[in-house]
């Protein structure tokens, strides 16, 4: 993808839900919502403080991030469906949990 947001955003690709319950009962694609749930892409170099003091991006290319259910602006870029969102509407990163220790 040929394409970098500007100032404090993101690009994101929303992550699939489940298809089944945890009971096995198959989900059809009219009930799903959409998910709330994507890996950020690509990012912007960071907003700019009235100083001209850049801020730079807490999230990073990579990241797996919630963001909220009206986040963002649809967009699609090379036949792939995108969100471009601030990095305010970013609820936080989900960090994959470390694996238990052997006593």
Do not use: N
């Not at 870029?77 to 936080?92: A, N, Q, R, V």
């Amino acid at each position: 993808m040929q394409f970098t947001p500007l100032h404090d955003r993101v690009v994101v690709r929303r992550i699939e839900g489940e298809e089944k319950t945890k009971g096995g009962l198959i989900i059809p694609d009219t009930a799903k919502e959409k998910p709330s749930e994507g890996e950020v892409i690509a990012v912007g170099e960071g907003a700019r403080k009235d100083s001209g003091e850049l801020i730079p991006m807490t999230v990073k290319a990579g990241d797996r991030i919630l963001f909220g259910k009206w986040s963002g602006t649809e967009v699609k870029l090379d036949g792939e469906d995108y969100l471009i969102m601030k990095e305010s509407d970013i609820l936080g990163v989900i960090t994959p949990g470390k694996a238990a220790k052997a006593a």
